[in-house]
């Protein structure tokens, strides 16, 4: 079967992408998940979860992903040697948490760092908090409250050439996104009906002080050839978590997770608000439920980090980071992958 790389809005069933030639695994020693991975003082540095093994039985909340603490790796050169520089930051530690530490990120400005991270709080909504350190390897200290006016989870920050930093953030399901309107907590589910506009990831402009907001969280629109919205009922299209932007050429990559399709999809804008349109896949799903990603360039090449559940033998609360190359075509379209491995 020939590869084919995802440049319209046609998703072709028959059609997987390259094999990688080489892929990376980031820790044979932690299962770990949702990678953001960053360039802070030379070196390369993945922020991603912690799962381990609590228990707790799945089901479509991800109540299983009940993960407590972060952990900050680094590597000089990839394929190189990767060090885990031990516990970041641990749940207890933050005053205001409940449950389930997801996906974090984070980033530098005038030499200090920022992990940004989402957890329930003790009333079980899912807010975004903050943590600061003199170090991009951590430990970490939270400060006492989440950044008032953030809700979901999933957050990314993402610095332009400008430097203005924007977070963007959010997921449906057990992400609570659809209990959220107009910055007001609903308590319950409200999706759109499958003909809709689908629900949208959040972007905030950030304050100077790296750790509030400077306006509301505006919609990120992801749309159609034809500058229509992406439905609510277009699975394998449509934003469910894990957003992340990088820049390339002047252009601006929105890339997610379709959830319960499982790829990781990307969309293009001229600026970081968007609208974003919509142009393929970039990764086909990978071994286990979920897949969370991030892109970074890295001694003159281009990245892709993400999660599967192949260490473990398939079991979806318990992943493994995984790295390889990047490509963007000469078109400035993404060359999509499969990295499907099968233990």
Do not use: C
Not at 86 to 91: D, E, P, S, T, V
Request: a negative charge; zero cysteines; glycine letters at 8%.
């Amino acid at each position: 079967m020939p590869d084919e790389v995802a440049t319209n809005d046609s998703i072709v069933a028959d059609t997987i992408g390259r094999t990688p030639d080489v892929v990376y695994t980031l820790s044979s020693k932690l299962y770990t998940a949702d990678p953001s991975a960053h360039v802070f003082e030379g070196k390369l540095y993945v922020y991603p979860s912690h799962d381990f093994e609590s228990g707790i039985p799945e089901d479509d909340l991800g109540s299983h992903f009940n993960m407590e603490d972060y952990h900050v790796f680094s590597m000089d050169s990839v394929g190189g040697e990767v060090t885990d520089h031990g516990l970041a930051l641990h749940i207890d530690d933050v005053p205001w948490a409940g449950r389930q530490m997801w996906a974090p990120d984070a980033a530098e400005k005038e030499g200090e760092y920022f992990l940004y991270f989402p957890v329930k709080d003790k009333k079980d909504i899912f807010h975004i908090g903050v943590a600061k350190s003199d170090s991009p390897a951590g430990p970490f200290k939270a400060l006492d409250l989440p950044i008032e006016g953030s809700y979901s989870m999933d957050p990314a920050v993402f610095e332009d050439t400008d430097g203005r930093y924007y977070m963007y953030f959010g997921g449906i399901w057990g992400g609570q996104l659809q209990q959220w309107k107009d910055g007001k907590y609903l308590g319950e589910d409200q999706y759109p009906t499958d003909d809709e506009p689908a629900i949208a990831p959040k972007i905030a402009l950030m304050n100077d002080d790296m750790v509030s907001f400077a306006e509301e969280p505006k919609d990120v629109l992801v749309l159609d050839k034809n500058g229509d919205p992406i439905k609510a009922g277009d699975n394998a299209r449509r934003f469910f978590e894990a957003a992340w932007v990088h820049r390339y050429n002047d252009t601006y990559y929105l890339s997610y997770s379709t959830g319960d399709t499982h790829n990781i999809a990307y969309a293009i804008a001229d600026n970081p608000y968007g609208p974003f349109t919509y142009q393929g896949v970039i990764l086909d799903p990978v071994l286990g439920w979920t897949n969370h990603h991030s892109i970074v360039e890295y001694q003159g090449k281009w990245w892709l980090f993400f999660h599967d559940s192949s260490m473990s033998g398939g079991k979806t609360h318990l992943r493994s980071v995984k790295m390889t190359e990047l490509i963007h075509n000469p078109d400035g379209t993404i060359l999509r992958m499969n990295a499907f491995v099968e233990n």
